[in-house]
């Protein structure tokens, strides 16, 4: 089945520690993304890539790094200077994100606690 | 800039009530895309429609239907007849042409509206 798979679905990090958060897709999408959920929030956006080896800060991307080396794959590094981690984290994916009409597909999410 | 208001963090009704979940909108841009997306507790992001600012015309698919009207900003969501399948987080967005010619435009999600359907 195509989709967007995300691991771990919990991740439990002692402070000081950098940690990376998978994503991967096989919907043949362009674009992925990497959201940020806290509770009672909406979603934002931390990074995303229209294509492989390119990739733009969102809106909260310090603390954070990413990867697009492959269509597929778009790691998230959650950073030992991100102050406060503890969040649920969303990666999406679609079709060439030039048409802003494509809807994201999302995938499971992971649960980051700092200890 | 763009905005997403929810107002309703929460709602609370009863099986087989009637219910609406409100979403208004701010953007300067006269070309942009309107979604809305479900995440039940497992907490996957479901998406539900997709609404052009060009098309005014109001959406029903079964149980849901979709109010859009630019006079207001709004993109309301009615679900007709609720079941507690239907309790979940919903969240409203928008999407806009990207600034300075580049084609990514951002979607900004409103706080998202908790959805609790008793039986």
């Known amino acids: 089945d195509g989709g967007i798979t995300q691991s771990p679905k919990y991740l439990f990090r002692k402070e000081g520690q950098n940690v990376t958060l998978s994503c991967e897709q096989n919907?043949?999408?362009?674009?992925m993304y990497w959201y940020r959920q806290d509770p009672g929030q909406g979603l934002r956006l931390i990074y995303y890539?229209?294509?492989?080896?390119?990739?733009q800060k969102g809106d909260i991307a310090e603390g954070y790094s990413v990867s697009r080396e492959k269509k597929e794959s778009f790691p998230l590094t959650v950073t030992s200077a991100q102050k406060n981690p503890t969040a649920f984290y969303l990666c999406?994916?679609?079709?060439?994100?030039?048409?802003?009409?494509?809807?994201?597909?999302f995938g499971p999410g992971t649960r980051l606690t700092v200890l | 800039a763009q905005k997403v208001t929810q107002a309703q963090t929460e709602i609370s009704v009863v099986e087989k009530e009637d219910v609406t979940l409100d979403c208004v909108y701010e953007?300067?841009?006269?070309?942009?895309?309107l979604f809305w997306y479900k995440q039940p507790p497992s907490g996957e992001l479901v998406f539900l429609i997709r609404?052009?600012?060009?098309?005014?015309q109001n959406e029903i698919s079964g149980r849901y239907s979709w109010n859009f009207q630019k006079s207001t900003s709004s993109f309301n969501f009615t679900i007709t007849a609720s079941q507690v399948v239907d309790s979940a987080v919903y969240f409203c967005?928008?999407?806009?042409?990207?600034?300075?010619?580049?084609?990514?435009?951002?979607?900004?999600f409103g706080q998202g509206t908790i959805l609790t359907v008793h039986p």
């Open positions: 999406a994916s679609s079709h060439f994100a030039g048409t802003e009409g494509n809807e994201q597909f």
């Open positions: 919907l043949n999408h362009d674009a």
């Open positions: 890539s229209q294509i492989v080896n390119d990739f």
């Open positions: 953007t300067r841009d006269t070309t942009y895309y």
């Open positions: 609404r052009n600012s060009f098309d005014e």
């Open positions: 967005a928008l999407r806009t042409r990207g600034a300075g010619g580049t084609s990514y435009g951002k979607l900004t």
